[in-house]
């Protein structure tokens, strides 16, 4: 008997991103998330006092959240080809024979430095995540049972069909989780540590090159205008 095919399925099939809006990932399952780029810090400059107070306020925020986050430390490879391209440039138009001459010793020490060498960026980012629960107050103990079951079960529920977040709804999570992303900020802030939230134009730029490993990391991606907020 003469096998079934196998159905074919697209590389978004195994995505758990359904769309990113207001500088938010909306997920499969309706759960939103908010990216911030956080600025890294060197504890070994620091005294040990200013040691103990960072690690201090960072312990109290985890015991005082009521929910994950996720921290993600973020390396790829660096395209400087532009960076090249400017030198190149510059030197080209430099009148002065002796900084013609330095300047074109530096352009091959950096060539032949990245060339032998991958040139890495580590970037830091912390995703903060919202997940919607409805309790019905006619039923409340079913449905905080059936709360927990979904928070359990996220994951997977992230990556199956796609539940589509009406406006309203869309706008009353995205609020929720501004007042975490809020929260989660001012926390660095006290730490030392300045925390940006990734816009959607900068999320699409990240998702990119996380998917596109291959690639060097791209500083722009062209994207249409009614995406850029």
Avoid: C
Avoid at 36 to 50: F, P, R
Avoid at 108 to 127: A, D, E, H, S
């Amino acid at each position: 008997m003469p096998q079934k095919p196998k159905e074919a399925f697209s590389s978004q099939s195994i995505l758990s991103l359904h769309q990113i809006k207001k500088g938010v990932i909306i997920l499969k399952n309706g759960s939103l998330r908010s990216v911030l780029s956080v600025s890294g810090i060197n504890l070994d400059l620091k005294s040990e006092q200013e040691q103990s107070s960072i690690l201090t306020n960072w312990r109290n925020l985890l015991n005082n959240l009521d929910f994950q986050l996720q921290v993600v430390a973020h390396s790829r490879r660096v395209n400087i080809e532009s960076y090249l391209d400017f030198l190149q440039e510059k030197i080209s138009q430099e009148t002065n024979s002796l900084l013609k001459l330095q300047g074109e010793d530096y352009y091959g020490f950096i060539k032949g430095l990245v060339t032998g060498n991958n040139i890495m960026k580590k970037r830091f980012y912390v995703v903060i995540p919202y997940d919607p629960i409805i309790i019905k107050p006619q039923n409340a103990l079913s449905q905080i049972s059936e709360a927990y079951t979904r928070l359990l079960n996220l994951k997977r529920q992230a990556f199956s069909s796609t539940q589509i977040l009406s406006n309203e709804n869309f706008n009353q999570y995205y609020q929720q989780l501004m007042i975490r992303q809020n929260n989660i900020i001012n926390n660095f802030t006290r730490m030392g540590l300045e925390a940006q939230p990734l816009t959607t134009k900068e999320l699409i730029e990240l998702f990119f090159n996380l998917y596109n490993p291959e690639t060097f990391e791209r500083e722009s991606v062209t994207i249409p205008s009614e995406f850029n907020q």
